[in-house]
């Protein structure tokens, strides 16, 4: 099948997965069942005047033109628990506007008395209190909830139960209406924002600039959709947020013309035009009291619009049978099936806060610009593999032409050294993109693991997690060619027991074999003498890691052995020896299998095979190191890696760190990090795991928070590029000029730029990659966490 053909299909594919799987999230949790919960949808309703109507719920009440604002109302009703009293808590769904909730006349949630408080939006609606027993009593309870509001205040159905039970619903509806679309508008942000680079090097092309500002401004309009406060407040949130509704309209509906070689200057001048009046015409209807029909006929006008350049793209795929036109249309329609949707769950759903679809809406157009820009990449490289073949032809043909041709080269060589160049930044630079929502991503999911979860549940977060392992393997490895290529990485040699390294890596990876039948055996001919080397551990281990995961991975049948053993030469080595009786390495591949991303038995890429990078960076490894490597293999008999490590009479240092202290309750640490989404991320994890947290996107905002809350941090965790060209090495300088220079601090990084590993490498200061992994954040703060408890306990 073509590559065009299949790349579609499966863009076919992925949409209407993503389209079921959206579908889906609203659907209430397993656990809940009529035992555990009692679900209340009817009440009686008490207006200002004292009037009281039995009313369903849920229930929205809006605002009488020419009445007096705020609109309050208030609702009663009663349950029964019978004699269970404990573990109980009380559900709201769907809450519109300040409340206040009355448990047998004691006040259980007051925020009515907050009037100058922005009203409560997204998750914020969504209320979990757990009801005290000493409040409950046998028989009827009184339930009494009052709400206030500007222009309209609702009540939903009314849930009463298991504390675990309605936490759980309450989280998978949050997830749904809230952090799923957050997740969503961070990767079409930042998808927008490379593409925008993309342009500003490629000016002559702007069909790039249309998708990326079409992108970045989907991703902003879905992330202040969802956002947990009002931005503007008053006709300014209105006015501002349906503005850039019609800019991503308008640059998505160019793109679209574009993409099928429609060029309407006069159109898209139009578009340009419209988009810059929509304020003025939206202020203007406010002022006018005419709000609604302002809204409506601007919104009518942008489904128009999208229609008009849907209509146009299929009528182009109809003439030209074009895959990728069909893709765009698909996601057309699959955006509006889904606004569809939304409309109707709104108008008819028994959900006065419903899960919406339409955000998830611009995946398809992720896809799709996907398949846009690996289209044009393999179309520019079979250009250039044409011009090569037109140049070495001309080279053999015309002898003659010798030094003209000459010339051809290095102009040619120097036009690739550029585009390296340009590679390498536009890789740096995206890197730290890249890495920040995989980041918060990572953090969401350690988060939510630690949460109690139904089976189906649990399964989609493994499967989630495995995903995110992938992604931090390759950015992990690709990392470390970065930092050996820069320099930064220096070995920090020091005496060490050999065999209890091995005995650790033994048990590790003993498991692993025997599941896949294979025998595993480490052996030591040490007698009475102890195995101690002098090396740098953790790249020794890093090397001897690499070489057995080869060995159980491409093994079919047989076993792996780990052998150990002295050289009785001048000076005392010890030879450790990995061998394995899989397929063997042919001779001629016995180099190549040393370069980056070439795995000989794995052509067909298969993600399980791994990435390709494990003996390139062994061969990098062992080259710092300096000890020698060796290999010998037969084919179809087996391999054997050799690694000779220098020998020591010095006392040995344990390889492993020490035991952790058992909890983390109570350590304050300090975040440094200026992308809301990470730092809300990294608060809700270290939060779970017992931290207090102070956060900021500085090390002033940090400091302000401290002094407020009369906190001194314990540790400090600071991002390292940050706004306005600060960085988390001298925000961590800050830090300790006001809370001691002794402050531990770890730097976290998306960058994999040479000059910024060289940086972090010269601060001194400990520092992880981007995503960092949730065991590698706590296993750092137990240390801090254990050395603060010595310093503390010391004489």
Not at 451 to 477: C, H, K, Y
Request: hydrophobic share 45%; glycine share 8%; charged share 20%.
């Amino acid at each position: 099948m073509p590559t065009r053909a299949l790349t579609a299909r499966l863009a076919f594919a992925w949409a209407l997965l993503l389209g079921m799987g959206g579908a889906l999230a609203q659907a209430p949790p397993a656990l809940v069942t009529p035992q555990t919960v009692i679900r209340i949808d009817t009440a009686q309703r008490t207006d200002r005047d004292g009037r009281a109507t039995a009313v369903q719920l849920p229930e929205i009440v809006e605002r009488e033109p020419g009445a007096a604002a705020p609109l309050q109302r208030t609702w009663r009703t009663e349950f029964n628990t019978g004699t269970q009293r404990a573990g109980l808590a009380l559900y709201l769904s769907g809450v519109h506007g300040h409340a206040r909730i009355v448990l047998n006349g004691r006040a259980l949630r007051d925020t009515i008395t907050e009037p100058a408080a922005p009203s409560p939006r997204a998750v914020n609606r969504l209320i979990l209190l757990d009801l005290p027993p000493h409040l409950l009593v046998e028989g009827e309870n009184r339930l009494e909830i009052t709400a206030r509001g500007e222009k309209l205040v609702s009540l939903s159905t009314i849930a009463v139960g298991a504390q675990d039970v309605l936490r759980n619903e309450r989280d998978a509806k949050a997830l749904a209406m809230v952090y799923g679309p957050s997740v969503v508008a961070a990767l079409i942000g930042t998808l927008g924002l490379l593409v925008l680079l993309i342009w500003s090097r490629r000016r002559h092309e702007p069909i790039y600039g249309y998708f990326g500002v079409a992108s970045t401004a989907w991703g902003l309009h879905t992330a202040w959709t969802v956002a947990p406060r009002t931005l503007l407040g008053g006709a300014h949130e209105y006015v501002w947020w349906t503005t850039l509704d019609g800019l991503l309209v308008a640059m998505l509906t160019i793109f679209c013309l574009r993409f099928v070689g429609y060029v309407l200057p006069r159109v898209e001048r139009a578009l340009k035009w419209a988009m810059l009046g929509l304020p003025l015409f939206l202020y203007a209807g406010v002022a006018l009291g005419l709000h609604d029909a302002v809204d409506t006929l601007a919104r009518l006008s942008m489904v128009v619009t999208v229609f008009i350049a849907l209509a146009a793209v299929a009528r182009q795929a109809w003439r030209a049978r074009s895959l990728d036109h069909a893709l765009l249309v698909f996601a057309g329609l699959a955006a509006g099936a889904f606004g569809a949707r939304d409309w109707w769950v709104s108008e008819f759903g028994r959900d006065n806060l419903p899960v919406h679809l339409t955000p998830y809406a611009g995946l398809p157009f992720v896809l799709l610009l996907g398949w846009f820009l690996i289209d044009r990449f393999v179309r520019t490289n079979e250009s250039l593999e044409a011009l090569n073949r037109d140049l070495e032809s001309r080279v053999a043909a015309k002898s003659a032409e010798l030094v003209t041709a000459l010339d051809h080269m290095r102009a040619a060589r120097d036009w690739a050294d550029s585009a390296n160049r340009s590679k390498s930044s536009f890789l740096a630079a995206a890197s730290h993109d890249l890495r920040q929502p995989i980041h918060a991503l990572g953090l969401y999911m350690s988060a939510l693991r630690q949460r109690r979860l139904d089976a189906p549940t649990q399964d989609i977060v493994e499967r989630m997690d495995r995903s995110v392992a992938a992604l931090d393997s390759l950015f992990n490895a690709l990392l470390d060619i970065s930092r050996m290529d820069a320099g930064a990485l220096v070995p920090q040699p020091r005496a060490f027991d050999l065999a209890a390294m091995l005995h650790r890596l033994g048990e590790e990876f003993a498991p692993e074999a025997a599941q896949r039948g294979l025998r595993f055996s480490v052996r030591i001919g040490a007698g009475a003498r102890p195995v101690a080397v002098r090396s740098d551990p953790v790249l020794v281990e890093r090397v001897l890691r690499n070489l057995i995961a080869n060995a159980v991975k491409y093994t079919q049948q047989g076993g792996v052995l780990v052998s150990c053993r002295s050289r009785d030469a001048s000076p005392l080595r010890w030879r450790v020896e990995v061998w394995d009786t899989g397929p063997g390495i042919a001779e001629a591949e016995r180099e190549r299998i040393f370069e980056e991303f070439y795995q000989g038995n794995n052509a067909e890429r298969d993600r399980r095979g791994g990435l390709g990078l494990g003996l390139s960076i062994v061969r990098r490894l062992a080259r710092l190191l300096q000890p020698p490597l060796a290999l010998h293999s037969q084919p179809g008999r087996g391999t054997r890696f050799v690694l000779d490590l220098p020998a020591t009479t010095d006392a040995s240092e344990p390889a492993a760190p020490g035991a952790m202290v058992s909890t983390l309750h109570g350590t304050v640490v300090a975040v440094v990090e200026d992308d809301i989404e990470v730092r809300e991320a990294m608060r809700l994890l270290l939060r779970d795991w017992g931290c207090e947290v102070i956060d900021g996107g500085d090390a002033e905002e940090v400091r302000r928070q401290a002094e407020i809350r009369t906190r001194v941090p314990q540790a400090v965790v600071a991002d390292l590029r940050l706004k306005d060209q600060r960085d988390g090495i001298s925000e961590v300088a800050a830090l300790r000029e006001a809370f001691g220079a002794a402050l531990p601090a770890l730097i976290v990084s998306g960058d994999s730029a040479p000059d910024r590993v060289r940086l972090m490498a010269a601060s001194g200061l400990p520092w992880l990659s981007k995503p960092v992994p949730a065991a590698r954040l706590r296993a750092w703060l137990h240390q801090v966490t254990r050395r603060n408890h010595q310093q503390e306990t010391a004489p």
